[in-house]
């Protein structure tokens, strides 16, 4: 049986670079979940690597460390520090208040 899929999918558009072992290539932040990382990228990947995005999710707040596992790169967050999940988190519950009352 697969996972549980989040509740709310953020569609962002925030630079990064994505890093797959030693090299480093420009990625595209395209969607968030406090589960997962949809990115585009022209960095070659294999499945089963672990590529470790970088972006800023505000201007205050940056995230990097995450590993990312890569089906279709779009990655289950695979590790990402305390800190930087609570931002993800934070963000992605900010977004869905200011949607969900906007109507």
Do not use: K, W
């Amino acid at each position: 049986m697969g996972g549980e899929r989040a509740l709310f999918r953020v569609s962002i558009v925030r630079e990064g670079t994505l890093r797959n072992g030693s090299v480093t290539a420009p990625c595209i932040v395209t969607g968030l979940t406090t589960q997962g990382i949809g990115l585009r990228t022209d960095l070659r990947s294999a499945p089963g690597d672990r590529l470790a995005p970088t972006f800023a999710l505000t201007d205050q707040n940056r995230i990097g460390g995450a590993h990312v596992n890569r089906p279709r790169l779009r990655g289950r967050i695979a590790a990402i520090s305390a800190e930087h999940r609570q931002q993800l988190t934070r963000y992605i519950e900010d977004h869905a208040s200011i949607s969900l009352t906007a109507f």
